[in-house]
Each structure stands twice: as structure tokens, then as C-alpha cells.
């Protein structure tokens, strides 16, 4: 089988990492690195052996597979492009920064047959894989996605920029339609919203309760999820997964036991098993595991977070 000739799009922070990994998989081949700054482009591309470009048109219809690590305003554009020359697309998330535009890229996609995926890069986490609710869906769940300020990534709420993962993942979970949702959050460093809180209310039943902040003084990612006569953690920073559940004996007289296991995940890539995962559908012409649909809808709901805290903060201001 021909390797497939691959190029990043964007290569600063993460960028430079996506291509670290093309460059090391086999079965395909790295061929170019683009970024806006010609210093960096051809720091990179030197550094893996490979062309360092600052155009990104330059490489349409001349490779088979792109990532895309480009500030968020320019993901549906440049996504865009390459699946209209045909090639497959892994767009970092958020997929676009609208909604129309994210459908724009599904139906390109779709009409050209090309894998289009969103790295929603905590899917690939080894405790996130390994988690089996034994077909029961959670009534309620918590988490928690709680991190320092970095300089970098502040191009969007902290809703687009950290707590979009956890929204990804509860409605992959969950798979029922979000009935209600309330939201408050507040802005800190940022000329935008830097910690927030929503509660979603699921069509099923289900509670979730989601936190997120960028300037908080611990690094913490946990998800606690809660079902009949069972409760799941993990901890997406230590790969660690706990289950606990009601057994048949008694604790005390009238209070069931209950059973714990944990199950601690080796340090794995995550993002190597992401770009794999994305190499592997090309090959066998199947849907990735974070399609644009899913994309989509991870977007569509961080939105309407994002907009119910824009009206609460106008109303701050205002009274």
C-alpha cells in the first residue's frame, strides 16, 4: 500500500506536535509544514526533514491527509480547501466557529467522500477507552476541567477553549438531545469569559454539571458519572479509572456493600493514537471515532453556553 502523503497546517504549540507524529507513523508520509510565519515554518520543516511552507494553497491536490492547528477563525476556510481538492481533513476543535460553517464542512465531506474528524483529543485519553458503563447511561454527571493561565489559546471563551472536551465526551455518553441548559461564569485575565459553570438538562433525564476554568491555580480533569446502583470516575490528568458499585452483601445492617476497583492507565500518546486512529479510517474508509457531526455538536452546545453567558454578562453590566 502507497503511504499517504500527510502535511500539518499550523504549526506553533500543538501543531509542531501533530507533525512530530506524522513524521514518526509508518504507512504514511510527511511531505510538508505550513505556518503564517516563514521563521517557524522553516524551523520545523527543517527539523523533521520536510518543506517548510507559509501558504497553504500551495498543497492543494498535492497530499492526501491534512491537520489542521490553525487559530480557530481560520479552521472552516482551510478545512474547507482541502476537501475541496480532495483531501481527508483532521481539523483541531473547536471544528469552525460557527455552526453553518461546520455544516458546510460535513457537506463537502460528505460529497467528496473524505474522512472529515475533530480532535477532541480527550476521546483518545486511555482512561476515556477503556471506560465501560455495561450499557447503562449515567443520571447525572459532574466534572471538573480546571487549569492555569496560559498566554496561549486565548482566541476563545473558556467554553470553546477547555470545556468543549467535557462536552464532547457527556453527549457522545448520554446520546440524548439537550433539553435545557443554564450557565454563569465570569471574566478574569481575559477580555472573555475565563471560568464557567452550565448545568444540561438531557430529553433522557440525565443532570450534567460541568466546570471550567483557565485560571485556577491546580491542574484538575475529572468526571464523575452516576447510575442506578453504580459510580464511575475518571481522572483524564492521571489515567486513572474507578469504579464503584452496590454489591449484594450489607456494609452495615440495611446499607449494601460497596465494591471498588480502580484501573490506572499507562502514560500513552493520546495524540499519536488520534492521528493513527485518523490514518486508519482513511485506509479502511470508515467514520472516526470523532466525526464532524460530532463535532458539530459539541460545538452547537458550547454556543449556546457561550451566548447564555454573553447575555448574563450584558446584564451585569447593565444593572
Given at each position: 500500500?502507497?503511504?499517504?502523503?500527510?502535511?500539518?497546517?499550523?504549526?506553533?504549540?500543538?501543531?509542531?506536535?501533530?507533525?512530530?507524529?506524522?513524521?514518526?507513523?509508518?504507512?504514511?508520509?510527511?511531505?510538508a509544514?505550513?505556518?503564517?510565519?516563514?521563521?517557524?515554518?522553516?524551523?520545523?520543516?527543517?527539523?523533521?526533514?520536510?518543506?517548510?511552507?507559509t501558504?497553504?494553497?500551495?498543497?492543494?491536490?498535492?497530499?492526501?491527509?491534512?491537520?489542521?492547528?490553525?487559530?480557530?477563525?481560520?479552521?472552516?476556510?482551510?478545512?474547507?480547501?482541502?476537501?475541496e481538492?480532495?483531501?481527508?481533513?483532521?481539523?483541531?476543535?473547536?471544528?469552525?466557529?460557527?455552526?453553518?460553517?461546520?455544516?458546510?464542512?460535513?457537506?463537502?465531506?460528505?460529497?467528496?467522500?473524505?474522512?472529515?474528524?475533530?480532535?477532541h483529543?480527550?476521546?483518545f485519553?486511555?482512561?476515556?477507552?477503556?471506560?465501560?458503563?455495561?450499557?447503562?447511561?449515567?443520571?447525572?454527571?459532574?466534572?471538573?476541567?480546571?487549569?492555569?493561565?496560559?498566554?496561549?489559546?486565548?482566541?476563545?471563551?473558556?467554553v470553546?477553549?477547555?470545556?468543549?472536551?467535557?462536552?464532547?465526551?457527556?453527549?457522545?455518553?448520554?446520546?440524548?438531545?439537550?433539553?435545557?441548559?443554564?450557565?454563569?461564569?465570569?471574566?478574569?485575565?481575559?477580555?472573555?469569559?475565563?471560568?464557567?459553570?452550565?448545568?444540561l438538562?438531557?430529553?433522557?433525564?440525565?443532570?450534567?454539571?460541568?466546570?471550567?476554568?483557565?485560571?485556577?491555580?491546580?491542574?484538575?480533569?475529572?468526571?464523575?458519572?452516576?447510575?442506578?446502583?453504580?459510580?464511575?470516575s475518571?481522572?483524564?490528568?492521571?489515567?486513572?479509572?474507578?469504579?464503584?458499585?452496590?454489591?449484594?452483601?450489607?456494609?452495615?445492617?440495611?446499607?449494601?456493600?460497596?465494591l471498588?476497583e480502580?484501573?490506572?492507565?499507562?502514560?500513552?500518546?493520546?495524540?499519536?493514537?488520534?492521528?493513527?486512529?485518523?490514518?486508519?479510517?482513511?485506509?479502511?474508509?470508515?467514520?472516526?471515532?470523532?466525526?464532524?457531526?460530532?463535532?458539530?455538536?459539541?460545538?452547537?452546545?458550547a454556543?449556546?453556553?457561550?451566548?447564555?453567558?454573553?447575555v448574563?454578562?450584558?446584564?451585569?453590566?447593565?444593572?
Open positions: 500500500m502507497n503511504p499517504l502523503k500527510c502535511a500539518v497546517i499550523g504549526v506553533g504549540y500543538l501543531g509542531k506536535f501533530h507533525a512530530e507524529k506524522y513524521a514518526a507513523l509508518p504507512g504514511c508520509e510527511l511531505v509544514v505550513v505556518d503564517a510565519d516563514p521563521v517557524t515554518a522553516a524551523e520545523i520543516g527543517d527539523r523533521l526533514g520536510v518543506r517548510g511552507l501558504d497553504h494553497r500551495a498543497l492543494l491536490g498535492k497530499v492526501d491527509a491534512v491537520s489542521v492547528v490553525v487559530p480557530t477563525s481560520l479552521h472552516h476556510r482551510v478545512a474547507r480547501d482541502f476537501l481538492a480532495g483531501a481527508h481533513v483532521l481539523v483541531e476543535k473547536p471544528i469552525t466557529v460557527t455552526v453553518e460553517e461546520a455544516d458546510e464542512l460535513i457537506r463537502i465531506a460528505k460529497e467528496k467522500q473524505r474522512v472529515l474528524m475533530v480532535g483529543l480527550e476521546r485519553n486511555a482512561a476515556v477507552l477503556g471506560l465501560d458503563l455495561d450499557h447503562h447511561k449515567p443520571l447525572f454527571i459532574e466534572s471538573h476541567r480546571l487549569a492555569p493561565f496560559k498566554p496561549r489559546a486565548n482566541d476563545v471563551s473558556v470553546l477553549d477547555l470545556m468543549i472536551h467535557d462536552i464532547d465526551i457527556i453527549l457522545d455518553m448520554v446520546d440524548s438531545e439537550v433539553e435545557r441548559i443554564d450557565a454563569k461564569g465570569v471574566a478574569v485575565l481575559t477580555g472573555d469569559i475565563d471560568i464557567a459553570n452550565a448545568r438538562q438531557f430529553k433522557s433525564g440525565c443532570v450534567a454539571n460541568v466546570t471550567a476554568s483557565r485560571v485556577s491555580l491546580k491542574v484538575e480533569r475529572k468526571m464523575r458519572m452516576f447510575m442506578p446502583n453504580a459510580y464511575v475518571v481522572d483524564f490528568q492521571n489515567r486513572v479509572l474507578a469504579r464503584h458499585r452496590k454489591g449484594e452483601g450489607e456494609m452495615f445492617p440495611g446499607v449494601p456493600e460497596i471498588s480502580e484501573s490506572v492507565f499507562e502514560n500513552g500518546d493520546a495524540l499519536m493514537e488520534e492521528i493513527r486512529h485518523f490514518l486508519d479510517c482513511i485506509r479502511e474508509h470508515r467514520e472516526p471515532l470523532v466525526s464532524g457531526a460530532a463535532g458539530r455538536r459539541a460545538l452547537a452546545t454556543i449556546e453556553i457561550t451566548n447564555l453567558l454573553k448574563q454578562e450584558s446584564r451585569s453590566c447593565t444593572a
